[in-house]
């Protein structure tokens, strides 16, 4: 979805949707246990954003690259990296989302927000990248701007332990 809200153009990202846009755009999300990687070229005013909601799923080679799973949507990120002639050691890396949506409920085995975020911590491990700025786990949603001109995410975590929003963050 595509809005126009003062200069920039506003795209929201649904779950399995990622996008990589220039200065004109912010990149907007709701995030539950799902995750997004943001990256941020902070010279070319270049950044992406991916929304995934598993941390891994099998996938054969021919298929595409479906970006529901973390490594595959990391994937499609990289490769818009790579479009644009730049590379990733380039880019500030922010990790955000993860929240546990029933905080309540027991269980014995990792929940899908905690394997989410070991997902991208796994992803960031494995490319070697520096984490500028993260808002990961505990309870809730959050919503997210990232405003691709200046490189700021804007976070808004709403934590549904203490129904209260928890306020807004500038990552």
Same mark, same amino acid.
């Given at each position: 979805?595509?809005?126009?809200? #003062?200069?920039?153009? +506003? ?7 990622? +996008? /990589?846009?220039?200065?004109?755009? &912010? ?7 799902? =995750?997004?990687?943001? @990256? ?7 950044? *992406?954003?991916?929304?995934? $909601? @598993? ?7 021919? %298929?595409? $690259? &479906? *970006? ?6 990391? %994937?499609?990120?990289? #490769?818009? =990296?790579?479009?644009? #002639?730049?590379? @990733? +050691?380039?880019?500030?890396?922010? @990790?955000?989302?993860?929240? &546990?949506? /029933?905080? *309540? ?12 975020? %070991? ?11 520096? =984490?500028?700025?993260?808002?990961? #786990? *505990?309870?809730?949603?959050?919503? $997210?701007? /990232? %405003? ?16 209260? =929003? ?6």
């Amino acid at each position: 979805m595509i809005h126009r809200l #003062g200069s920039a153009i +506003d795209i929201f990202l649904h779950p399995g949707e990622h +996008d /990589f846009v220039d200065e004109h755009f &912010n990149l907007r999300t709701t995030l539950g246990s799902c =995750v997004s990687i943001v @990256l941020w070229h902070p010279t070319r005013h270049l950044g *992406g954003m991916c929304h995934y $909601l @598993l941390p891994e799923g099998k996938r054969s080679k021919d %298929e595409p $690259l &479906n *970006g529901k799973y973390a490594d595959q949507a990391f %994937e499609l990120l990289l #490769g818009q =990296v790579r479009k644009h #002639g730049t590379q @990733l +050691d380039q880019y500030q890396v922010k @990790l955000f989302g993860g929240g &546990n949506m /029933f905080p *309540g409920c027991m269980a014995s085995a990792p929940g899908v927000a905690s394997r989410n975020i %070991e997902a991208a911590r796994r992803i960031v491990a494995r490319h070697r990248l520096n =984490v500028t700025a993260e808002s990961l #786990g *505990g309870a809730g949603h959050r919503n $997210l701007v /990232f %405003e691709v001109a200046s490189g700021d995410v804007w976070v808004q975590h709403i934590n549904i332990e203490n129904e209260r =929003v928890a306020g807004n963050m500038q990552a």
